[in-house]
């Protein structure tokens, strides 16, 4: 603690020895440093007085500068928490590979530099791993899980700093993470220090670290649990959002399925229940709570991916196109309801149903003549673009994909609808460049719906009214310069 009151008396206190050359692995430090009582004899003072200092220790101690001098607080604790920040005798080597990453860390500005910071973690991840298997002293074995720790903090810290993919190193992260589950469970850590691990965890910055209670439940016993909810609620105001989810995880370490229904049905979510019914073989539970998830207007909810593939476990092909009809029911859109209509099984009778059951857009002749494309009904599609409304694209679709088939003269001249409307809005582009470019790609889709029209039919007897409809865009559009340029370097 002589250390500590120095750093709060005097915070410019240089703490860490001075590395003299890059190339060099020596340090110019004193054999022995005197603080009042206290003699290191260290080549390191921070090394040492860590040895000593809990982490909560050390959390006081910047909490205490933070409101004496906070000017000088970031700075301090760049000096106090480093990656060789924690105590390693005896394991020199190991010390060495964290000043490596340390190093690496700094000199990060490439992909390239990502890819060697990661496979430098996961080499120390698992050097870390192997000294701790391989040593049965607990206090050993606990100075390696706080290095370990002191990695995972200090990786995370550095990814939300750094504007290079940050991809390689979260995947080292989770390989990281697995080796503090491994090293906890032996070293068996007080609960007051597994609570300290798992919140900082679950608050760290970024999106890195997904602890689960479940992996550390040996070492928390219920007043354990009791107390990490606690200190969660002390840092509800940074991210509240995860106050919720971190209590479910403890009902659900706690089997108490009363409270795990009671915090997704605050949450809104109900992965967890499944997960719980699960766990317990309730089979006809999970069976009624999928159900329940795939009606869109029962309260219940999943995750998108668990949903999916809850509903194929359960109902199997049945289900598939049981999440797709929520999806779509739930997000009305025309992509979500082709994706419903492309489901095995799925009619055009299905998709009209289904497509009437939704309000908000049961009478938009978009989507009827979506479902007439797909499944190839000419009439339906004929009767729409004739006496409705439906957009000049969605026509165009139709006519192309369906009604060459059958009435090619008609379809044509849908098609054209589409071309000049776009070759309208086209034209009226502030940006010459683009409107070049978007003139040159419609005059190829023209020449390409040539091509299509001929195979559709299976003859020439299509070309008078392309050559027609033609004729009618370039009368219409031809005096602008864009366009009487494509349709001369295609010699129309």
Same mark, same amino acid.
């Given at each position: 603690?002589?250390?500590?009151?120095?750093?709060?008396?005097?915070?410019?206190?240089?703490?860490?020895?001075?590395?003299?050359? &890059?190339?060099?692995? &020596?340090?110019?430090?004193?054999?022995?440093?005197?603080?009042?009582?206290? !003699?290191?004899?260290?080549?390191?003072?921070?090394?040492?007085?860590? &040895?000593?200092?809990?982490?909560?220790?050390?959390?006081?101690?910047?909490?205490?500068?933070?409101?004496?001098?906070?000017?000088?607080?970031?700075?301090?604790?760049?000096?106090?928490?480093?990656?060789?920040?924690?105590?390693?005798?005896?394991? #020199?080597?190991?010390?060495?590979?964290? +000043?490596?990453?340390?190093?690496?860390?700094?000199?990060?500005?490439?992909?390239?530099?990502?890819?060697?910071?990661?496979?430098?973690?996961?080499?120390?991840?698992?050097?870390?791993?192997?000294? $701790?298997?391989?040593?049965?002293?607990?206090?050993?074995?606990?100075?390696?899980?706080?290095?370990?720790?002191?990695?995972?903090?200090?990786?995370?810290?550095?990814?939300?700093?750094?504007?290079?993919?940050?991809?390689? !190193?979260?995947?080292?992260?989770?390989?990281?993470?697995?080796?503090?589950?491994?090293?906890?469970?032996?070293?068996?850590?007080?609960?007051?220090?597994?609570?300290?691990?798992?919140?900082?965890?679950?608050?760290?910055?970024?999106?890195?670290?997904?602890?689960?209670?479940?992996?550390?439940?040996?070492?928390?016993?219920?007043?354990?649990?009791?107390?990490?909810?606690?200190? $969660?609620?002390?840092?509800?105001?940074?991210?509240?959002?995860?106050?919720?989810?971190? /209590?479910?995880?403890?009902?659900?370490?706690?089997?108490?399925?009363? +409270?795990?229904?009671?915090?997704?049905?605050?949450?809104?979510?109900?992965?967890?229940?499944?997960?719980?019914?699960?766990?317990?073989?309730?089979?006809?539970?999970?069976?009624?709570?999928?159900?329940?998830?795939?009606?869109?207007?029962?309260?219940? #909810?999943?995750?998108?991916?668990?949903?999916?593939?809850?509903?194929? /476990?359960?109902?199997?092909?049945?289900?598939?196109?049981?999440?797709?009809?929520?999806?779509?029911?739930?997000?009305? @859109?025309?992509?979500?309801?082709?994706?419903?209509?492309?489901?095995?099984?799925?009619?055009?009778?299905?998709?009209?149903?289904?497509?009437?059951?939704?309000?908000?857009?049961?009478?938009?002749?978009?989507?009827?003549?979506?479902? $007439?494309?797909?499944?190839?009904?000419?009439?339906?599609?004929?009767?729409?673009?004739? @006496?409705?409304?439906?957009?000049? @694209?969605?026509?165009?679709?139709?006519?192309?994909?369906?009604?060459?088939?059958?009435?090619?003269?008609?379809?044509?001249?849908?098609?054209?609808?589409?071309?000049?409307?776009?070759?309208?809005?086209?034209?009226?582009?502030?940006?010459?460049?683009?409107?070049?470019?978007?003139?040159?790609?419609?005059?190829?889709?023209?020449?390409?719906?040539?091509?299509?029209?001929?195979?559709? !039919?299976?003859?020439?007897?299509? /070309?008078? /009214?392309?050559?027609?409809?033609?004729?009618?865009?370039?009368?219409?559009?031809?005096?602008?310069?864009? !366009?009487?340029?494509?349709?001369?370097?295609?010699?129309?």
């Amino acid at each position: 603690m002589a250390v500590a009151l120095r750093l709060i008396r005097q915070p410019e206190w240089a703490l860490s020895a001075r590395l003299l050359d &890059e190339n060099e692995d &020596e340090y110019e430090v004193e054999p022995t440093q005197r603080y009042g009582d206290v !003699v290191v004899d260290t080549r390191d003072v921070v090394t040492n007085t860590l &040895e000593v200092m809990s982490r909560h220790d050390l959390l006081k101690v910047l909490n205490t500068l933070r409101h004496i001098n906070p000017l000088v607080e970031p700075a301090v604790t760049q000096l106090i928490l480093p990656f060789s920040a924690r105590p390693l005798p005896g394991y #020199e080597a190991l010390q060495y590979e964290i +000043e490596i990453t340390r190093v690496l860390f700094e000199k990060a500005y490439t992909d390239d530099n990502v890819e060697r910071i990661a496979s430098q973690l996961e080499y120390t991840g698992n050097l870390i791993r192997s000294h $701790a298997d391989q040593t049965s002293d607990q206090n050993d074995q606990l100075k390696l899980l706080c290095a370990l720790e002191n990695l995972i903090f200090n990786t995370i810290i550095w990814t939300q700093h750094t504007a290079l993919p940050a991809g390689p !190193v979260a995947r080292a992260l989770e390989q990281l993470y697995a080796h503090h589950v491994a090293v906890a469970r032996a070293s068996q850590p007080p609960s007051s220090h597994v609570i300290d691990w798992i919140i900082g965890a679950i608050f760290a910055p970024g999106v890195y670290l997904h602890p689960s209670i479940s992996d550390y439940a040996e070492l928390l016993d219920s007043d354990a649990l009791d107390a990490l909810i606690t200190e $969660a609620h002390k840092r509800s105001s940074q991210q509240p959002e995860k106050i919720v989810p971190l /209590e479910i995880q403890v009902a659900l370490v706690r089997d108490d399925m009363h +409270e795990v229904k009671r915090l997704c049905a605050e949450s809104g979510n109900y992965d967890a229940l499944l997960g719980f019914y699960r766990k317990n073989g309730m089979d006809l539970d999970a069976e009624k709570l999928v159900t329940a998830a795939l009606d869109s207007a029962d309260p219940v #909810e999943f995750s998108p991916t668990m949903l999916f593939n809850a509903a194929g /476990e359960y109902f199997g092909d049945e289900g598939t196109r049981m999440y797709l009809r929520y999806c779509f029911e739930k997000e009305p @859109s025309i992509d979500n309801f082709r994706l419903f209509m492309q489901c095995p099984g799925v009619d055009f009778a299905d998709a009209i149903f289904v497509l009437q059951s939704v309000e908000a857009v049961a009478t938009n002749p978009d989507y009827t003549l979506l479902a $007439a494309t797909q499944f190839g009904r000419f009439d339906v599609g004929f009767e729409i673009i004739n @006496s409705g409304s439906p957009s000049a @694209s969605r026509a165009a679709h139709f006519a192309e994909d369906v009604g060459l088939k059958y009435d090619p003269v008609w379809a044509l001249s849908v098609i054209f609808v589409h071309y000049r409307e776009l070759m309208s809005v086209v034209l009226n582009q502030e940006s010459m460049a683009v409107a070049s470019m978007t003139v040159k790609w419609l005059m190829d889709q023209i020449m390409m719906l040539q091509k299509t029209a001929r195979e559709a !039919v299976g003859s020439l007897d299509t /070309e008078p /009214e392309w050559s027609f409809q033609v004729g009618r865009l370039k009368a219409e559009f031809g005096s602008h310069p864009l !366009v009487n340029e494509a349709f001369a370097e295609w010699g129309l």
